[in-house]
């Protein structure tokens, strides 16, 4: 069954670059629209980007917008999340998740359509 794996986090300072990367498994990723979502400490799961299936819908949270990129490779199983300008607020635990669709569209902030998440990945921007 479909297993997905996050990676590309690290420590940043702010103002720099980071891209995440999230590697599916047990399934061809081109079924499912992605997600990223993330985590701050004591926070909720906030919606940060999604694609769909295709890549020809993408959409962004208000956080993300002109600051992040989200893009795939089907033929690779993977999904990319390039961030950049990145600020302090950005940190957190940031996981890809799939949802099965028939379309070319995706919900970017609605987590609860996802049915199957990675570990997740920790960004740290800070100086």
């Known amino acids: 069954q479909l297993q997905l794996v996050e990676s590309g986090g690290g420590l940043v300072q702010p103002g720099g670059s980071l891209r995440l990367s999230c590697v599916a498994s047990?399934?061809?990723?081109?079924?499912?629209?992605i997600g990223w979502f993330r985590q701050a400490q004591e926070n909720e799961r906030e919606g940060v980007s999604c694609?769909?299936?295709?890549?020809?819908?993408?959409n962004y949270g208000d956080s993300a917008k002109g600051r992040f990129i989200i893009s795939r490779d089907n033929t690779v199983n993977t999904v990319y999340l390039q961030m950049n300008s990145l600020k302090p607020e950005d940190t957190g635990v940031y996981f890809c998740?799939?949802?099965?669709?028939?379309?070319?569209?995706?919900?970017?902030?609605?987590?609860?359509?996802?049915?199957?998440w990675g570990q997740g990945t920790l960004v740290i921007v800070s100086t």
């Open positions: 694609i769909s299936r295709q890549g020809v819908i993408t």
């Open positions: 998740a799939a949802e099965l669709r028939f379309d070319e569209l995706c919900n970017e902030n609605a987590p609860a359509t996802y049915f199957k």
């Open positions: 047990g399934d061809t990723l081109r079924h499912y629209a």
